[in-house]
């Protein structure tokens, strides 16, 4: 790589050889950018202290940018390896430029805890279990990836458990249920006290017709408010709703 400059007293320009670092930049420039972008999207650093784990995960980003540069490299060569082994069809999805890089990460890193996990555990059910593992049921999984799943251990849909509630009535009499009630009762917040102000009813603001031009706020504010509902699905209805409401999460008593 060389460049011409204008030299004074001479009617032709010098060659000047540039710098072999030059050179060497110009021509590789592309990774170096291409590297350092996705060690900006897809970092695997944390905020410590300890300067040697920033290092750590410095060199763990270099790695899987690596990795993931020979496996779609693999792919469009459409070949077969020395080993006479095809290479997963799976792979053309890390070459997606929509979201292929991020699929890359999340495959790797099941992998990565399947490997550990196996390590410890051979997902044999009668088996004893490591004792950083959950020791009570499973919870339904269906990826079909994770090494519960592959195990045959886990699937189907984790379905919300049903919640004992207990429910204050304006007499002052009280009753625990896990089911939804036919009367509206007060509300609670989330730490467990009563709601002080009315809010929007909810039934209210479903049937309100969607493409009327009005903000989401503006069809608040023309709702009716109230702060007595159902206390098994936690929301408010106002009294003209109550008699139509068909939300209920549970079976009425």
């Not at 007293?9 to 710098?19: L, N, V």
């Not at 979201?99 to 992998?111: K, P, T, V």
Request: net charge positive; with cysteine.
């Amino acid at each position: 790589m060389s460049v011409k400059r204008h030299t004074k007293k001479r009617e032709k320009h010098d060659t000047i050889d540039a710098p072999r670092a030059q050179q060497d930049y110009s021509q590789f420039f592309n990774a170096v950018d291409r590297n350092d972008r996705d060690s900006s999207d897809y970092s695997t650093t944390i905020r410590t202290n300890r300067y040697y784990l920033r290092i750590f995960c410095w060199a763990l980003d270099r790695i899987i940018h690596a990795l993931y540069v020979i496996v779609c490299e693999l792919h469009k060569r459409s070949t077969t390896d020395r080993l006479g082994g095809e290479w997963p069809e799976y792979w053309s999805l890390y070459n997606d430029k929509n979201g292929g890089r991020r699929r890359f990460q999340i495959d790797l890193g099941i992998a990565l805890m399947n490997y550990g996990i196996g390590l410890d555990w051979d997902g044999d059910k009668d088996s004893q279990r490591p004792r950083w593992m959950r020791q009570s049921e499973f919870v339904p999984c269906d990826c079909e990836k994770c090494f519960f799943c592959v195990h045959g251990l886990t699937n189907g849909i984790a379905h919300p458990r049903n919640k004992n509630v207990t429910i204050e009535y304006a007499c002052g009499s009280r009753r625990c249920t896990n089911k939804c009630t036919t009367e509206r009762v007060l509300l609670k917040k989330k730490n467990g006290e009563d709601m002080k102000h009315e809010t929007y009813c909810k039934m209210c603001l479903r049937n309100q017709p969607k493409n009327d031009g009005y903000t989401a706020k503006e069809r608040q504010r023309r709702c009716n408010k109230s702060k007595t509902g159902c206390a098994q699905c936690e929301e408010a209805i106002c009294d003209v709703c109550w008699p139509k409401y068909d939300m209920h999460k549970k079976k009425v008593e």
